[in-house]
């Protein structure tokens, strides 16, 4: 205050920030009305206690999901080691299972397994837990941060499981602790007179709530993760340490990705693009269909589609393929297949069908040879030659007449001399 030429103690700024300011008042409040039965259940996660965990010998953090019916103030709590999104679902489910029903609204916490990016008019849900919202069908309406008065039915609970639920208990398994909280909500927090309200929580669910409660779950829910993954140029994704195909146009693009315990399924935008089955670590699931034309019988080595690929240029191409394929391993002589399908291509299918006839008469089971043989044969004479019919091929330059290798009686061939 010396800057303006005052002096004053800091208990006469303090008397005048609390007079004419309202400087450290409590702010008034206004008490909402409860919501109708079955329409809103409130959750909230909350510290407990330590606990060693049975698979690790370590000592770890013991939380617990507590979910609370605004209505008749019954509530579930579901202990658990982690704040997952697959931990938040498992616990919810457990909950409608001890309802017997599900809620038409959800108001949570912005626990980050819940809520990407809290927001007090439109906070992002994570796309997992929005999944099982859909599945479930109730809609989530997140708490404000740090605004405690939002989920005030629960917010006040955690507290009172803390001292209640667990206080003095010995607890050794997740197991134990989870059958220790089912007994505490049903005999201890459900069968109080509780404080406001002054009616016992069971009773009031039991004949209000639990009517207009919808069906509860039957199977579990598949949560499913969403990542994002590049698409190599070898056609693939890597997703959990796997790999999956995608076709061709996506190389060099980032897609989408969702997996569950049974498929992944690959996103570009809202669009499906490929679905494949779940293989373990260190496995690929490949479809040839994403390779370019041609290309996927080399990746997979499918030398019977080679064969029938052959066979469709001609019935002696076709059994020439089957003499380069033939014996063990025929996949390392696949590239001989695809020089002779690229001979058909080039030369006409006619003409590698005559060539391939004459060359399996003689046993020359040789491409280089037959392409020679095709280079150093005529061009056919019209175009009609190569419809697919048998070429007649002209002969070799230096062949002999067949009378000379004639046999001729002895008498004969002192005449011709």
């Not at 206080?167 to 109080?192: H, P």
């Amino acid at each position: 205050m010396s800057k303006y030429g005052l002096a004053a103690s800091y208990a006469t700024l303090r008397r005048f920030a609390q007079c004419e300011l309202a400087w450290g008042k409590t702010q008034a409040t206004v008490r909402l009305d409860d919501t109708a039965p079955g329409e809103v259940a409130q959750v909230d996660f909350g510290k407990i206690r330590m606990m060693r965990d049975p698979a690790t010998s370590k000592l770890r953090s013991l939380y617990v999901l507590i979910v609370t019916l605004v209505y008749s103030r019954y509530q579930f709590v579901w202990p658990c080691f982690f704040q997952t999104t697959e931990e938040v679902c498992e616990g919810l489910d457990a909950a409608w299972r001890f309802f017997g029903g599900v809620t038409k609204v959800i108001l949570p916490d912005n626990m980050s397994s819940v809520v990407t990016r809290a927001d007090p008019l439109s906070p992002t849900i994570t796309e997992a837990f929005a999944e099982y919202a859909q599945t479930r069908g109730f809609f989530i309406d997140a708490a404000r941060v740090r605004s405690p008065k939002d989920k005030a039915r629960v917010e006040n609970q955690v507290p009172f499981v803390r001292e209640s639920c667990f206080a003095g208990e010995e607890i050794n398994t997740l197991d134990d602790a989870r059958a220790c909280a089912l007994r505490w909500c049903l005999e201890v927090a459900g069968g109080r007179v509780h404080g406001t309200t002054r009616r016992v929580p069971r009773e009031v669910f039991e004949a209000e709530e639990r009517p207009l409660l919808k069906p509860p779950p039957v199977e579990g829910f598949d949560v499913p993760a969403w990542s994002e993954a590049k698409v190599h140029p070898d056609h693939h994704i890597a997703v959990a340490r796997s790999l999956y195909s995608v076709p061709t146009r996506y190389i060099g693009k980032t897609v989408r990705v969702r997996r569950d315990r049974k498929t992944v399924r690959v996103f570009v935008g809202a669009e499906l693009i490929k679905m494949h089955p779940r293989v373990e670590p260190g496995k690929r699931s490949t479809d040839v269909d994403d390779y370019p034309t041609g290309k996927g019988e080399v990746a997979t080595r499918d030398v019977g589609s080679l064969l029938r690929r052959a066979k469709e240029r001609g019935m002696h191409v076709g059994l020439y393929a089957e003499r380069l394929l033939g014996g063990p391993l025929p996949w390392t002589r696949m590239r001989r297949g695809y020089a002779l399908l690229r001979l058909c291509d080039k030369y006409g299918n006619g003409r590698v069908e005559a060539v391939c006839q004459s060359s399996l008469a003689f046993d020359v089971v040789d491409v280089s040879r037959v392409e020679r043989m095709l280079k150093s044969a005529a061009a056919p004479a019209s175009p009609q030659a190569d419809s697919g019919k048998v070429v007649a091929l002209p002969p070799p330059r230096f062949a002999r007449p067949k009378e000379l290798f004639a046999t001729l009686p002895s008498t004969a061939r002192k005449e011709s001399k």
